[in-house]
């Protein structure tokens, strides 16, 4: 089986394959009017499924007609609840287009598809996706776009080339598609609370899902089923989840980003082995070059407070940026009082009407960006060490295992704050 850097020459080289593909379909990925668009999946998790419906809920005609997954119980599972969804007339995923493996993505590639949906495990996202792009495909790519720096140079990369070929790549950070935050950050751009002086961004929650290893498992298919808490696979939670509040301050600040970072974190309640080595809390302090300070706080324990917003100090009063909770305190107090959108939906929406009217959209540089700001303070909290933007942008560390095959791996270590080395 191949390694990471033969992984990613093999998605280059699967595009001859691809190409030779699509010469035998009647249309390209530019569609426009009322063409059929064909959408696959790639990933077929939880969030892969939902990301499903609500792309076959954007379009009047497109179809889902092709489906790949690690797993082949993980895709049936997925096809069984789309068969049953709202969107259960737009599934067309036979046998012949159904694709299990390391390679699956590949064939979904090859399958004749329009629009691809990445939602597959965040470290396999900048292989997949500089694929796709390659093939001429539209893409909406799930939060985070990568795992490490090397996987964000290489996001960047894609989509600059995504934006001279004119095909969209929408992403997952679905808090910039909320009509609310939208609202609520044009007042705060426009000077409601002032000059900005500091932030905070919280992600207090509880646990989620775990999937103890099953007699029969292979050390990489116990990783890859229990993906979430392995750093080569997820980012930690702090990239994984926590970037969601993390882009809401990026995108506060104008798509600026931090110079430093410097935090601590650890594990305090997740500490068995079917945690794998990602921490259960992080606490990191970003700064700006003008002096502006993010205070970015994220734990997954149970039985504790939860609390998932940001928080805008500036010159002249507050804002809070929060789901359900949208507001701007000063000598007057201003709310979001709208029901907001399904912003899960309307990304989907954005990304089709794109494609329709021939004005493809490209997150690229933010979902990059805001995804780095994460894993950069990941490595403030492993290594205990103060870390300035371009050495995170810039850092060598490559998380992929030796081999994708499925026999045994390594089992990552935990990081020892003051130990574990930068990279």
């Known amino acids: 089986m191949p390694s990471r850097r033969r992984f990613l020459k093999q998605s280059a080289a699967a595009v001859s394959s691809v190409m030779a593909a699509n010469l035998r379909i009647a249309r390209s990925a530019h569609v426009?009017?009322?063409?059929?668009?064909?959408?696959?999946?790639?990933?077929?998790?939880?969030?892969?499924?939902?990301?499903?419906?609500?792309?076959?809920?954007?379009?009047?005609?497109?179809?889902?007609?092709?489906m790949g997954d690690a797993f082949e119980d993980r895709l049936s599972l997925s096809l069984e609840q789309l068969q049953k969804s709202e969107a259960a007339s737009k599934v067309d995923v036979p046998k012949e287009r159904q694709f299990v493996g390391f390679g699956a993505y590949r064939q979904v590639l090859e399958s004749g598809v329009d629009v691809v949906l990445l939602c597959e495990p965040p470290h396999f996202r900048p292989s997949h996706l500089r694929a796709a792009i390659d093939a001429g495909k539209h893409v909406f790519a799930e939060k985070p776009v990568a795992v490490d720096s090397p996987g964000v140079r290489s996001?960047?990369?894609?989509?600059?080339?995504a934006k001279k070929k004119n095909l969209s790549v929408v992403s997952g950070l679905c808090l910039r598609y909320s009509y609310g935050f939208q609202e609520t950050v044009r007042r705060i751009h426009d000077g409601e609370a002032g000059e900005i002086r500091a932030l905070q961004a919280n992600d207090y929650r509880g646990g989620i899902w775990v999937k103890p290893r099953q007699p029969g498992w292979t050390d990489m298919e116990w990783q890859l089923r229990n993906w979430y808490y392995f750093t080569w696979?997820?980012?930690?939670?702090?990239?994984?989840q926590h970037v969601h509040y993390l882009d809401v301050c990026a995108w506060i600040m104008k798509n600026e980003y931090p110079a430093r970072a410097a935090g601590m974190g650890g594990r305090q309640v997740r500490t068995g082995a079917e945690y794998g080595n990602i921490y259960d809390h992080h606490s990191v302090v970003y700064e700006y070059a003008n002096g502006v300070k993010l205070f970015s706080n994220c734990r997954q324990q149970q039985g504790c407070h939860n609390d998932m917003s940001c928080l805008v100090l500036g010159s002249k009063g507050t804002a809070l940026v929060a789901e359900r909770r949208l507001s701007i305190s000063?000598?007057?107090?201003?709310?979001?009082?709208?029901?907001?959108?399904?912003?899960?939906?309307?990304?989907?929406?954005?990304?089709?009407?794109?494609i329709r009217e021939g004005k493809p959209i490209n997150n690229g540089e933010y979902m990059a960006r805001s995804t780095l700001l994460a894993i950069m303070g990941r490595m403030a909290t492993y290594t205990?060490?103060?870390?300035?933007?371009?050495?995170?942008?810039n850092s060598k560390e490559d998380?992929?295992?030796?081999?994708?095959?499925w026999g045994p791996i390594p089992t990552p270590s935990v990081a020892i704050p003051g130990v574990t080395k930068f990279a």
């Not at 205990?384 to 942008?393: C, D, F, H, P, V």
């Not at 998380?399 to 095959?405: D, G, R, S, T, V």
């Open 233 to 240: 696979l997820s980012g930690d939670f702090n990239v994984e």
């Open 384 to 393: 205990g060490q103060l870390i300035t933007w371009e050495q995170a942008m």
């Open 32 to 66: 426009a009017g009322s063409d059929l668009l064909r959408v696959g999946l790639i990933g077929c998790g939880g969030r892969g499924t939902g990301a499903a419906v609500q792309a076959l809920s954007a379009d009047p005609n497109c179809k889902l007609v092709a």
């Open 399 to 405: 998380l992929a295992p030796p081999k994708y095959e």
């Open 155 to 161: 996001v960047l990369e894609s989509c600059e080339l």
């Open 330 to 354: 000063t000598s007057t107090e201003w709310q979001y009082a709208e029901k907001d959108n399904n912003f899960y939906q309307t990304e989907h929406d954005e990304l089709f009407r794109g």
